[in-house]
DNA sequence: GTGAAAGCGCTAACAC
DNA sequence: GTGTTAGCGCTTTCAC
């Protein structure tokens, strides 16, 4: 496995086949499970191969077969822990079909975003699941090639590919309802946009919560939608805090993620405002600790498992059809996980 | 860029010679900077390569270069945000050197870990950087070959490689005395080793509350010692509220991660303890959420970037050397970010 | 300055 | 059943 000065003996099929005494076409065979071969042989190529400690060079099989049986994903960030759970899922579901990822995090950088693309194109990767945050329309375009794609969200629906859809606005709702449902009648969005009007899920989120409230009948309180920046913990406690301030009364909060809820309810703790018992709260992305906390949150599920699932079968099908698929829009299901922070029951239909 | 079917052209270095009218040898030495071309020479190739789109094909130019740009990051689960945030500085680190990252998530399963290996004797990929937890020494001897290699941490310190190490014991010593000299005479550690006794984490983080006890002469009472199965914010919760019921009496806590310490001090509060008034904590990793939360989260810095740093260009080094490096402990700095959850000063020297 | 040619290690026809 | 062979698309001497 050493060669005499210690360093990395490079064994090819050729050494193998020499030492077994046969031709290097009957090893390759071997290795890929040939059936039509004597048990001798076999034992022989077997021996050699245990002997010389020989692997295959997958970028030569890479080069001859044509496929890498890598697949590239690319996310603006694995600090987020949306993100680094949809990762988590992709890297699995691959792995049932023998994939690798390449993990690209852009940062959110549209230069970084293209970056993805262009390697894509140099084919080390056999597709690209694209989860686009700052590509514009225009960038988008420049996405040559028929590489198999699949691009994660709307917000870049100019791509023909397909694209894998987060049912924002119906989940937002359904988490609207659940609220008025369980009887809130004052519920604030947090991490909502005021002036929503573009594909984001903030906008998106928004209009689900508008729509809730529109078809229960209840006002539209421009000053319990709150804008954050960031969606992290710290931006919902001030949310909470400044609404708090400015003499706002509520009992539901809606907040656009986990990590916004998380800060919600500690804000409203610190407060001495009760979890359930005063204002309820449901997230919306259902990370793993959403359950740990106290109390567990009720969220939105948008259905990360199906997401990957869906998203690394389409590259495969696209990689046997030897092309990019046209452009779609594939929604994905999501579901309302009752927790303690909210005691009500799910509404069915909010899609309807 | 499409042929007559619409399927993908497969351009080659050789169409585009053929388009340029120059040998295949000239654009090729073209696309590698080559520096002494005529202008002429490079415009006509520039031209063709537009006309034609080519892009290198990346596969063949690995199998003929003999290296891929491209490197094994085996961890055992990306949901874990410790682990997500380091697999986010590998990759950044990575891509400064031109570097992708295969994530492979390994599900703290010793037979994926072991899988991982295999991929990377098949040359996919540079080097491996393995964060190993389920793996023996045992196995540990079966990685054979000398590919480039990083291992992460010391469970597995039977492995000829280079190891990065976290230096667990001075840092939970540090972390531990911190809550000393800020007034805290009795102190749990959430998360520990009821026995300590092997390498793991949890261990070396109780040995070294252990001997920061000690040192300040402080009784080392067993029932603080908190064991959690899972290190969540759950487990953290419920450590908290077992010590409460069983009339314990404590004014520090040092969780052994940040999630236990978010649970920790979750719970404090729900049962009126304020943090960090009546009781202080510390937490460990240091991960984005701990900045954000309120109070805000004491924790130790492993040194993340450092580690992820450290790892890369050991691997980077490796590749260039032709082989493994030798076996070494590579012991990276780790710091007291010191924040609300705990108002006392950073105790210097607790490594001496 | 540019072209010709020899592979990198493998797979898949196709002989026999 | 097994051997022979023609490349996959590229880089890199080595001529000229």
């Given at each position: 496995m050493t060669d005499a000065n210690g360093a990395a003996a490079r064994v090819t099929l050729h050494d193998v086949a020499k030492a077994a005494g046969v031709s290097i076409g009957t090893v390759s065979n071997y290795m890929n499970g040939y059936p039509y071969m004597s048990a001798a042989t076999k034992e022989r190529v077997q021996d050699a191969i245990d002997q010389l400690g020989y692997v295959v060079n997958g970028t030569a099989r890479n080069l001859r077969r044509g496929v890498t049986r890598l697949l590239s994903l690319s996310i603006?960030?694995?600090?987020?822990v949306y993100f680094a759970e949809l990762a988590e899922e992709v890297i699995q579901v691959a792995r049932e079909y023998d994939y690798g990822v390449i993990v690209e995090s852009t940062g959110y950088d549209a230069a970084r975003e293209m970056h993805s693309i262009q390697i894509m194109s140099q084919r080390m990767t056999d597709g690209l699941i694209l989860s686009p945050l700052k590509l514009s329309d225009g960038d988008a375009?420049?996405?040559?090639?028929?590489f198999p794609l699949v691009v994660l969200?709307?917000?870049?629906?100019?791509?023909d590919a397909p694209h894998i859809i987060v049912q924002n606005i119906y989940a937002a709702k359904a988490a609207t309802c659940h609220l008025v449902s369980a009887g809130c009648r004052s519920i604030a969005i947090v991490g909502g946009a005021v002036d929503p009007g573009n594909v984001s899920a903030r906008s998106l989120r928004t209009e689900g919560y508008v729509a809730a409230l529109r078809e229960y009948g209840l006002p539209v309180d421009q000053r319990l939608i709150r804008e954050t920046g960031d969606w992290n913990s710290r931006a919902g406690a001030r949310a909470i805090s400044d609404m708090m301030q400015e003499g706002l009364r509520f009992d539901g909060v809606f907040a656009c993620n986990d990590m916004l809820a998380f800060g919600v309810i500690s804000q409203l703790k610190e407060m001495g405002v009760s979890v359930p018992a005063q204002v309820q709260v449901v997230g919306f992305?259902?990370?793993?600790e959403s359950q740990y906390t106290t109390p567990s949150l009720t969220t939105i599920d948008p259905g990360r498992r199906q997401i990957a699932k869906l998203a690394v079968e389409s590259i495969l099908e696209q990689v046997n059809q030897g092309r990019r698929a046209p452009k779609q829009r594939i929604e994905v299901e999501y579901s309302l996980v009752c927790r303690q922070s909210s005691p009500g029951f799910p509404v069915i239909g909010a899609k309807g």
């Open positions: 603006p960030d694995l600090t987020q375009r420049k996405i040559k090639g028929d969200g709307e917000s870049m629906f100019g791509v992305d259902n990370i793993d």
